[in-house]
């Protein structure tokens, strides 16, 4: 188990100054491998606390049950570290936000079932959060000392992680329109699949972008989909991918060790390319300039360059989270929980988790 003590915790300060009117909301995250727990105050992040699990590198991917087991060792550390560091009392809470879904159901149902206990234990209000609405509002988690820059509504939202590759439009917090999504295999997915076929590690993502900046991005070309509207397609490059690495070795056994940094930055290339084309196509149809990311795939460096080199062409207004903020977290839970709750969601306490959510 590794706890990460986010930096934003540093500039966590006396609730007692705000206490009088502010809602705390302490947030639960726990939909795949990640434990985390964060406390807000109105938006204000006071602490985000995340015990990532080692555990799956050995085999290449997450293992459910191993994820499952590993939530059930971490989630009482994790919370209470995330009270004591907001500086609050566990009584201060106004309400508890936590993931119902979507995401693996083992590890969805101990973060909601210590949410569910939690809550009854405090006598506090529970709200459930859509882990993908945490992703989509992210950039709403504001912090003492930034920037805080907000996107007005409505904005475009590239929701692009291991299991999502969706346009958004969000029309308010809780208002969304799904305008794309991926008809096949999530854009993490490629990533993942690409760094496992090269046997570089899991998980793939973020070792492809890292050699990708070593590599040149037009010396292989991988072929893109046709698909309709602003929806997504990842399978046929994967196995484009494959293909190409299985002829070239053919010839040289040797081929890929060599042109590793070249294969990523072409294939993260062409992922970026696929991402950008239906992305500007949104916008231009829609008319919407404001545009965010957000999911474990907006951590990448050339996605988000790209991003903000294309919305200085195009006039967009681009906000990318921090990159604390791109993985799963429980900031972006609590965050969301928050709006909810202001909104006057208030979830049952015999709530069970699920592990498909179709809309938002
Ligand atoms: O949002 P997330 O943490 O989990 C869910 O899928 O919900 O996203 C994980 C995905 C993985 O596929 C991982 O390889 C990818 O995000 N990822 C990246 C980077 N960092 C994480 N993909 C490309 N570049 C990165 N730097």
Redo the contacts with the bound molecule.
């Keep these: 188990m590794i706890f990460v003590f986010l930096p934003a915790e540093i500039i966590a300060y006396s609730v007692l100054n705000t206490s009088f009117m502010a809602d705390i909301i302490l947030g639960i995250e726990s ?2 491998d990640d434990t985390s727990a964060a406390v807000i105050s109105d938006g204000y992040l006071l602490s985000n606390v995340l015990a990532s699990q080692d555990v799956h590198k050995a085999y290449g991917g997450v293992i459910p049950e191993l994820a499952s087991r590993a939530h059930q060792l971490n989630i009482v550390p994790v919370v209470s570290e995330a009270i004591t560091r907001a500086g609050i009392k566990p009584e201060d809470i106004t309400a508890i936000a936590f993931t119902r879904g979507p995401g693996l159901l083992g590890s969805l149902l101990v973060g909601t079932s210590f949410a569910k206990g939690l809550a009854m234990a405090l006598d506090k209000p529970l709200v459930e959060v859509n ?1 993908l609405q945490g ?1 989509v509002l992210a950039n709403f988690i504001k912090q003492h000392g930034s920037e805080n820059r907000q996107p007005e509504f409505p904005y475009l939202c590239l929701l692009v ?3 999502n590759s969706q346009i958004v439009k969000v029309n308010s917090p809780l208002e969304y329109e799904i305008l794309g999504q991926t008809i096949d295999d999530a854009v ?2 490629a ?2 699949k690409c760094s496992k076929m090269m046997g570089l590690g899991y ?4 070792i ?2 890292r050699l990708a900046k070593e590599g040149d991005p037009l010396k292989y070309r991988f072929s893109k989909p046709h698909v309709p509207g602003f929806d997504y397609s990842f399978s046929g490059i994967k196995t484009s991918l494959l293909y190409f690495v299985r002829d070239m070795m053919a010839e040289d056994p040797e081929f890929m060790e060599k042109n590793k940094a070249d294969i990523c930055a072409s294939f993260q290339k062409a992922l970026i390319d696929i991402l950008m084309d239906k992305l500007i196509k949104a916008a231009k149809a829609t008319g919407i300039r404001q545009i965010t990311i957000g ?3 907006s ?3 050339g996605l988000r360059s790209r991003i903000v080199e294309e919305g200085k062409k195009r006039g967009w207004t681009t906000f990318l989270p921090e990159f604390k903020f791109t ?2 977290n429980a900031a972006m839970i609590a965050v969301a929980g928050w709006f909810h709750y202001k909104n006057g969601t208030r979830t049952a306490l015999d709530v069970a988790p699920v592990s498909r959510i179709a809309e938002f």
Excluded: L
């Design positions: 939909s795949c882990h992703h992680s291991g299991g993490g997915e990533f993942d998980p793939g993502g973020p492809v972008d999911g474990g795939v951590a990448n460096s993985t799963d």
